[in-house]
């Protein structure tokens, strides 16, 4: 399946900047006792979030660069470094390119920390509330910044893992529109349009192949 970089920032840009939170059906799924075991550690980590890189000159340039093309969204500096950092950590903490889910989350919720759906996917990550108890304890609230990325990136590993590595397939899953080519494009759209960035040590090795 071809990705269309100019088609997919349109349209990513036209649902996302307008603050739409795009969430489809994702399906609640019956998870083996190993896998929820898996999922129930993983969003149960209680670790201070901390930018991961090799040296704080490349930690420093990436979240001066970020913060700057957030700041219409976040006009606060303190509370983009805060976002900023959380996103780099839980998405380098699940293998993931913490551009790719910045890219995500401008689709899913246009970064609106209170968006919920049509179908109630809930937070910047869009996280439906059936992952809560499937996976986590019910103190876990959905709009708490950490916990919503935390399960979001959680959430996508597993997907990822599921489709054995294909982007493409992983995203469809994450929006509930398997096989469907718009939203899996949005996403990468977004990524590569406004989150694009010089690849480094700990994204290299967190960055996903897109299979189409």
């Known amino acids: 399946m071809r990705f269309d970089l100019g088609r997919a920032w349109v349209l990513g ?57 957030l700041e219409k969204r976040m006009p606060d500096p303190e509370v983009r470094r805060q976002f900023l950092t959380s996103v780099h950590y839980e998405a380098t903490r699940a293998g993931l390119d913490p551009q790719l889910v910045l890219g995500l989350i401008q689709v899913e919720s246009g970064f609106r920390k209170y968006a919920v759906s049509s179908v109630g996917a809930r937070g910047f990550m869009q996280v439906m509330p059936f992952w809560v108890r499937s996976i986590g304890t019910s103190e876990h609230n959905l709009f708490h910044l950490r916990t919503n990325l935390r399960y979001g990136c959680t959430i996508l590993r597993h997907y990822l893992d599921l489709e054995k590595g294909n982007l493409f397939r992983a995203l469809g899953r994450y929006n509930g529109s398997l096989g469907k080519p718009e939203y899996p494009n949005m996403v990468l759209g977004a990524w590569k349009r406004f989150w694009n960035y010089p690849v480094t040590t700990a994204s290299a090795e967190a960055a996903p192949a897109i299979k189409g």
Request: hydrophobic share 50%.
């Open 13 to 69: 840009a036209a649902l996302a900047w307008a603050g739409y939170a795009c969430a489809g059906a994702q399906l609640e799924e019956q998870l083996s006792a190993s896998v929820q075991a898996s999922l129930q550690r993983a969003v149960a980590d209680n670790a201070a979030p901390r930018l991961v890189f090799d040296n704080p000159t490349d930690a420093n340039a990436w979240i001066a660069d970020m913060s700057r093309r």
